[in-house]
Structure formats: C-alpha cells, structure tokens
C-alpha cells in the first residue's frame, strides 16, 4: 500500500517573485535582443505613465552602454514628478505593489510587477542592485540600491542617500547581463521608434552603445490629457463584482451603492430598476445574497440587450429573460408593464474620458509623415466593454502604397508598441481572419500597414510580459468590427483606383491609334496631318478629364 | 508644479490571487468552452500526478452535469493516494503552494496554481466553494468546502467533517458557470482523448451532461515509472544559481558543493577544475563572491564547449575562454596545459532517469492504433539542458497516409496535451520553420500528423495556464532538430513510394501493350497467341517482382 501522506511533506508555499524568477520568460525575459527591449520597455512606459498622470510633456533619455560581452549598463532617465524616498524600494524590489492595478484607470502599467522584473533580470544575471536616483523636485536628491529579496518578495536596500540638489524626475542605472544590442525588428531602436509614432507628445533621446544619438522630437505639444478614474460598466459587470462590492460598500441601499459605483447610473434609471427588483435594491448591501446579486446583473443583461436591439427586441426573448430576473413566472400583462418601463432606462455608454485613444487625426498625421503611403483609411471605434464591465476602444488605421514596401502590421495597447508574441495575439488573429479580398486588396501580400491601437483601464494580455492581447471575445470582436470598416473604407479608395486604371489603359491605346486616325483622317478630309492629329489629341484630353479629376480627388482625400 | 507625491498615495500592494483573478485569461479562463476544457485540465493533471507519483495505475473518472444555462456541475475522481486533511485546504485555497515548485521533478504540476485555480474561477462565477472528498486509505474520509481568500491568497475553509470509510483517492466537485460543452477541437473530450493517447497506462472514464458514457481503456498494465528528483546540470547552470546555492549550502568548500548539488560531477572532473580554479573551488561556499560563481560558470560553459564539439574543438577559442575563467592573462604553454587537462574532464549528460518521455515504441503503438496510417516515423531525442541547468527530452512522431486525412499538430508537454495558444508556441514556430518539401512532403497540404512531446523537470510554460512553451532557445533548436531527424527517415519512405509509383506506372505501361505485343510475336513465330501472352506476362511479374518486394519492405518498416 503506497504511503499516501508521504508526497506532501515536500509541501511547501512560494513568493511570487520565486514564481517569475524561474518562469521570466513570463515577464519577457528569453533571448538576448528580446530581454533587452524589455527591460527598456518597463522604464519607459513608467516614465511616460509617471509624467501623463501629472500633465508633464514627457522628455525620455534612453542610454545603453556596452561593458563586456553580452553586458550592456541601461539609464533612464525620465522629468517626471519623481517617486518619494519610501516608495521607492517596493516599485523597484517588490512584485505586485504599485499605484495602478487597484484603480480603474487607463495607464500603460497595471500589474506592479514590470520595474520590479527588471531589478530581479539584473540581479539574477548581474548579482547587482538596480539604481535609482529620484527627486520630486523638493530640493532633496535620494539616490538608493535596491534588489528583490527573492524568497520574500520583499525589498531589499543596499545602500540609501541623500543630499541637496534642483533636479526633479527620475532616472534608473542598471546593469545587465545576457543580452545583445542590435537595431534589428526586435530591438530597444525599433521600439522607442514605435513609442514616438504612437506619442508624438514624448520627445525620446537615445544614446547607443557605438555613441550614436538619435532623438525622436515630439511632433505636438499638448500634453496627453490623463484619463479619469473610470467606474466598472453595469453592461460588463458580473455577480462576482457586484457581490464582492457589497461586501464592502458603505451605501445604506444595494440601489444606492450601484448608482454611486457603477458607471452611467442616474436616478431615473434606478427608480425604473427598483419597479423591478425592490426587495433587493432596498436592502443593505451586507445582506445582498450571490443569487440577489445574480438577478441584478441579470438586469443589467437584459438592459443592455434591449439598448442593443433597440427596435429589433424580441419582447417575448425579453420575457423570458425577465422570468429569469425575477426567478419565478410572471403574469404576460403585467411581464409586458416592466418591459415598457425598462424601455424607459438610459444606461450611458463608456465614457470617452476614461481612455485616451491616440485620436484619429494624430493616427493619420503619424502615418503619412512616417510612412508617406499613397492612402490611409483611419477608424476609431467608439468605446465599448468587456468582461468585468472594463471600457476599452479600438483605433485601426490603414495605410496603403506610397514608399510602403511590404505588409506590416503594428500592434499597440494603451499607445505601447507589442513587438512580441505577434502569434499568440488576438490583434494578429483578426487581421488574419478578415476576407481582405473583399476590400480589393490582398494585405498580406502587397504594401499595407495595418495599425492597431487598443486603449483600456486594463488590457486584457495573454502575460505578465504584456506583448499580446488574450482572446476576450468581446476584444476580439471589436477589433474584427474596426478593421472591416477601416476595409470599407479602403475599398472605396481600390475601386478608384481600378476605374483609372481601366479608363488609362483606354487612353493608352487611344494615343497609340492617334497618330494612324489622324492621317486617315488628314487624307480623307485633304486637311493637314499636324492639325488634325492635335485637335484629336485635345479631344482625347477633353474625354479623359475624368480621369485627372479622379486621381486629384483621391489626393484630397489622402490629405 | 504638479504635486509629485500625490500620485503615490495609492500605492499598494495585491496578493497574487488578486492578481490571477484580474488576469484569469493568464490561467487559461477565457472563452465558455475553454474554460471548462482548462478546469478539467487542472484536476485531472493533479490527480494523474498524485497516482504516478506513488505507483498507482490511474483510475479517473471525469463527469459533467448540465444545471442550467452556461452552468455545470464537474466532478473529478481519481483513486490515487488522497491528500492529507490539513493540506488539502491550501492546495484548493491557495495559489503558489504546493509540492512541485521546489523540486526538481517532472510532473505534469509544477506551479501550485492549478487547483486553487478553479476554486478561483468557481467562486467568482457561482459565488461557490469547490467540495474536496478525499481519504489517504486509513479509514477515515474527509469532506470539506474550500474557497479563496483573495485579498489574503489565504485558504477559506466553509465546512470541514469527517467519517469512516473505506476509500483511497480524492473527488473534487465544483460548479461553474459561463462555460459551455461541446465535442469540438477544444472541448473536453478532445482533451481526454489527447490525454489517453499519450498516457496508455491511464483509464478514463468520461460521463458527458447528456449521460453518454466513454471509456478510454488503458493499453498498457505497467505503471509510469515516476522520475527521480533532478539536480541541475552544470551545462546550464546560471551564476545565479552557483551564488544562491553558495548561501544556503552547508558543504565545506565549493567544490564539495558542487559535488554534490549538481548533476554528473565526479571526483576525477572535480580534482581536475581544482588545477584551474583552486581558490575559488576550495574556500567555504559563503565566502564566494558574485565574480568567483561568473567564473565557476564559464568553466562549465569551456567543458561544455569542450564536450560538443569533441575533435573540432579549437585550441585558440580554448585559450581565450580560459582567460576568462581565469579572469587574466595567461602563457600560452601553460594555458595548453590546462585545457589538456580539461579534456580529460567526463561530465555525465543529463540523466535519463528524471524524465519520463512516452518512448518510442509507445508512440508507435499509439500513432497506429489511433490513426491508422500508411506509414510511422517516430524520434527519441537524447536529454539536453537549458537555462538553468534544467533537463529536457523532446520526442516527435510523424504519421502519414492511411485513414489520415488532413494535417494535424498534437503537441504534448510532459504528456499531456495543449489544445490552446498553438499560434504562440515554439513547437509551432518550429514544425512551421522546417522546409518539409526537402523531405518529400507538403506537410501543410498533406494527410500528415505531427506529434511532439517535451519531457522536462520544468517545462517552459507561456503562461501560468500551461498551453504553449515559450520561445527558449536551446527548446526551440532541439525541437527543430527532431523534427529534421523525423524528416529523414519519412525522406526515405517518401523516395521509396515514388519509386514504386515510377515501377508500377511503367508496368502499367508494359501491361497496356501487352496484348498487341503478344499477337506481334505470334504472327512473327506462328505460335499460340494466348501462350505468348501467358509467358511475356510472367515475365512482366518476374521484373517487377522488385515492386512487390519493396512494398513488403515498406509495410515491415512501418510495423
């Protein structure tokens, strides 16, 4: 008889900086060029996050320096508003602590955990502390060694100080092991350049190991507008949400709580809600049961159905799901009297001030200047919602000819280039499942570049890594939306160009007969050669008008 | 001036469940039918584990209950070795806890996530605790309702009692909700049926909501044998892992440390690298520096250098990498020396005893069994380590023709199958790198499936929901060269068929013409047209006997 409690004496618990030391590659950390650009992509997006949260046009000075084999030194230093001395350590030396993963805001971070990986990829390929030297501009400089304690996950300072100086931002020295500099697709080069296209508020100055400095100047100069703190959408709320809220909520009323907690709830709607489930709303959120918790968000489904539908509701679907709401059958005349009263709710959609989406103008701008193609066909959708009742929107920009050589597709969330993990990315899937032959183009083998932008309070990705976004259906969908209409778009721009490719190619063969009809003509009329020949040349002009016509509007709508 | 510290005042700090639960898509929740294949996944890997890791021949039965719309109930039984009263809670209430983690041993677990992992998605789609039966055999049967603590990753144990009974195994019951069933590519049955035929010693039994019974018997009688606990192989050994291991060591001097925490070290290799770093080697582990561990790897990494290229090893690479060992210049005459020394230095490959591949023969036996093809090329490649010392073997199997229809990739890690994330996984990337026409099939457009599995003590998971390896170099190469090997041998089968396509096109041919060539030669020599026939199609057989003799051979090979 095997001895069956004798394999868990081994049972043991694990911090979860032990979990990412020995799974980095979660964090991003595999392969030399890739470990790199992520380390450069932690500091850079908390750089830019640091400064947007305070309205401060971002200036980011990047700096490699190659000290051996495989042995890069990394700085970034960033004008931002500094991070105060007793913070400090636990960004740096502590996994799974920081200012956004509790909040409900759209920043590039949002776990608190990428600063604290770079510090664990150095250490572990370096045994050294990462640096950080950080004023709020109070006229005291801290400059402090920190490491994770491993076993812990807890900071670990090596050395802390302090002395007088007029400085306020942050910059952060780390030393590096194990990887290799290049300016290839994968590299710090290409993504700081993809940075810059997708912010033209940050100015970007980047120094290379051979010397070489490159500054990205930032084409605006209005500062990013930060987005508020955004409240969960009733249309994505789940039970769990609204159960673990009541535990916690301080209103006098479950009605109370989700109006002063969820996003777009005004008192109008919530006294047509209370028609419906009065005992539930009326009760003190801490006796709010799971399934009273279930029948309202059973609600809230049968709310965003009928917004969705709008004169297509099926009312009997609705009576059906109003049963379900109210978990016993009802009378139809009375069934047909709640609905007519929900018809009466207005739940407001996402607001447009909680994401900050690159802006359909900035895409264009970006994409011509940076590509010169011959057309772009740029959408930005409007803000919708997934699981959890998290806003999110998608910009798709299109952008075709021109000095384009080869399909391309770049992939952003939140303004972030994802330079990795292109195939398991939901991104790369929905481009990949659009019929583009039904726009006139086929993408993958001509000189496109499709641009993606996902903007979200969080960005459902597939890693702690954050280079690919995780197949959420209702993401997916929305992306599929916005690139056929963005398609849509194109095909009016491909049909054009095939109507002035037809009516040249008939040009084209009239002015090679030209010369023959003319002297025909000059000998049947006795008129001279010369003259015929160029008023058939005018007329041929005259009649292809259109086509100049044609080509100069498509200009103008490229412009 | 913006208020630096103003934006710290909500740093905080999340518990790892916060964090998972945040991010569910990260352990494979997202999608109806997903979810549930993941859920099913999860119990059924740790029970598998449970019964190999004591001997046991495992018994599991899987079953799904429909209770309502997107909701089932799941029960996993299994008749291993059950789990200890007081550990059970954290194993099902506690993320990153668990017998795994720590050891150097190949299991199908190696997080401690799983479990706790849907009770996380139960509670928060049914507000449920998952239900744990289970009795280690010594009479006594153990019932209890376990939930996580999120804010805490804290077990939350709702009810606890126990009775006697006569019973040895676990049941676990849990209810869930958004998730669907259905027999599809990614469905639970798919999994279970992948899982059989990796695992022949395995019976399942699988009850689906509709009450439809299916067995899958196993095939074989004789237990897995479960691998012994790796140490890491000096091969793949980080400065890390030496300096880490020189804290908590309690050898007297490093190289008794490394004696006997690493794999394959013998005295003759030991008292050799004494000769090259005799300082290092012999002071008390706690007193070596970050640099002393740097040089102890980078003679690891000369022997290695050593070891694969054997004859084509160069002397002046040598030299070069002893100057770093030895961290200065060194005279040529006696760096010769040393590596002469060096050269004598035997360090066992990893040892096949930690890993615990199908074998060859069982995945023959399975390919034919379940997919009934014309021909089977199956790899068995020797252990090799990656980045951390850490053990792997990788096996391929290609199967052709026969009642195979389409292409077909079945990737497995440690035998148990990965329905999800293909896009982003290396054992993709690497079947899609392989040039197959130069082995004589269009695998993509072929009736054709590929097979590979990886064996390790660690297997470098994408994400913590175990469905794609990430992109590790040395994984990715030793992928590719299995497959090239498996590519070989299908070459020579591929030849072969088309050289029998060439013989019988031609004696179909021969066969054509035979009636006009007989009634030719009869008139010629005035004998019987019916025996001139007879004899030229003997002939014809005698030529071609060749053809029937190579199909035989091609038919013995594919036994």
Tied chains: 1, 2.
């Excluded at 990887?179 to 590299?187: A, I, L, P």
């Excluded at 798709?396 to 292109?422: H, Q, W």
């Amino acid at each position: 008889m095997p001895e069956g409690t004798d394999i868990f004496k081994e049972f043991k618990e694990h911090s979860v900086a032990e979990f990412f030391k020995k799974n980095k590659h979660m964090l991003g950390y595999s392969g030399k060029v890739r470990s790199l650009t992520t380390a450069v992509h932690e500091l850079v997006t908390n750089s830019l996050d640091a400064c947007e949260e305070v309205g401060i046009l971002p200036d980011i000075s990047v700096s490699l320096e190659r000290l051996g084999d495989e042995h890069y030194r990394l700085t970034v230093k960033d004008n931002g508003p500094g991070i105060p001395p007793h913070i400090a350590p636990r960004v740096f030396g502590k996994l799974l602590a920081g200012t956004k993963f509790h909040r409900m805001i759209q920043t590039r971070g949002q776990q608190g955990i990428g600063a604290a990986g770079v510090t664990l990829f150095s250490q572990i390929t370096t045994g050294k502390p990462v640096k950080i030297i950080t004023s709020t501009g109070d006229g005291t400089v801290w400059e402090m060694e920190v490491m994770v304690d491993v076993t812990k996950n807890e900071p670990d300072v090596k050395s802390k100080r302090h002395y007088p100086g007029d400085f306020r931002g942050t910059e952060v020295i780390v030393e590096l092991k194990e990887v290799e500099y290049n300016r290839g697709k994968y590299s710090v080069y290409e993504y700081l350049r993809r940075t810059a296209l997708a912010n033209p508020h940050v100015t970007i100055r980047f120094t290379e190991p051979d010397g070489k400095i490159t500054t990205f100047e930032r084409s605006t100069f209005e500062p990013v507008k930060i987005g508020i703190e955004a409240k969960p959408h009733p249309f994505g709320i789940t039970t769990d949400d609204i159960f673990s809220l009541s535990r916690i909520a301080k209103s006098k009323t479950v009605a109370r709580m989700i109006t002063s907690h969820l996003h777009g709830i005004g008192s109008k709607a919530i006294i047509s809600m209370l028609h419906i489930l009065p005992r539930e709303l009326n009760k003190p959120p801490q006796e709010l049961t799971w399934e009273e918790a279930e029948r309202i968000v059973m609600l809230f489904r049968l709310l965003r159905t009928m917004a969705e539908k709008k004169r297509d509701f099926d009312e009997k679907e609705g009576i059906e799901m109003l049963k379900k709401v109210l978990g016993k059958e009802i009378d139809e005349e009375k069934a047909k009297n709640l609905l007519n009263i929900l018809k009466e709710v207005k739940i407001r959609g996402p607001s447009t001030d909680v994401l900050i989406p690159i802006g359909k103008e900035r895409i264009k701008t970006s994409l011509k200047a940076n590509l010169k193609p011959s057309f772009v066909s740029v959408v930005e959708r409007k803000p919708k919602v997934y699981y959890g009742g998290i806003p999110f929107q998608v910009e798709v920009g299109i952008a075709v000819g021109g000095k384009i050589e080869n399909f391309e597709l770049m992939r952003f969330a939140n303004r972030v280039p994802l330079l990795f993990d292109s195939g398991g990315c939901a991104i790369t899937e929905a481009v990949k499942s659009i019929d583009w032959n039904r726009y006139g183009v086929d993408v993958f083998n001509a000189p496109v570049v499709i641009m993606v932008n996902i903007s979200s309070t969080h960005i459902p990705y597939t890693t702690a890594g954050k280079q690919a976004i995780a197949d959420v259906p209702e993401v997916y969908n929305e992306i599929r939306q916005a690139l056929m209409e963005a398609g849509r778009k194109l095909k009016e721009y491909t049909s054009k160009v095939h109507s002035i490719n037809e009516l040249m190619q008939k040009k084209k063969i009239l002015e090679h007969y030209l010369p023959f009809l003319s002297k025909g003509l000059a000998t049947l009329t006795g008129k001279d050669e010369k003259v015929v020949e160029s008023t058939l040349k005018s007329l041929l002009e005259e009649r292809y008008k259109r086509l100049e016509e044609l080509m100069k509007k498509l200009e103008v709508e490229s412009a």
